[in-house]
């Protein structure tokens, strides 16, 4: 993921859906966040699980898997078991079009 990729249509994400794309191979969840679009690995760091089927609670979210909460804006750990960070993606915004870039 060298550059920003187009993943979506601004108009399309919505703080009440969490939408999984594919960006260069790399499953990311895309949602809106206090009004801007944001964009977070979709598997949890501790055992692969999706989080793009779980919900977002504020800034954090909750694998179902095995109970680990992020920090979806810094990826910060805040419970485990999982001990690293979750990837969270730079956006950019460029008319209705939503890009993601690098973590």
């Known amino acids: 993921m060298e550059g920003f990729s187009k993943v979506a249509q601004r108009s399309d994400i919505t703080s009440a859906e969490l939408k999984i ?24 760091t501790h055992e692969e699980c999706d989080l793009g089927y779980g919900a977002l609670d504020g800034e954090e979210i909750e694998c179902d898997c095995h109970g680990s909460i ?8 805040l419970q485990g078991p999982a001990t690293e960070r979750l990837p969270v993606f730079a ?13």
């Open 91 to 103: 956006v950019r915004v460029d008319g209705d079009d939503v890009l993601v870039g690098p973590a």
């Open 70 to 77: 992020f920090n979806v804006l810094s990826g910060e750990v």
């Open 21 to 44: 794309v594919d960006v260069d191979g790399v499953q990311v969840v895309l949602t809106e966040l206090n009004g801007a679009p944001i964009a977070f690995a979709n598997l949890c």
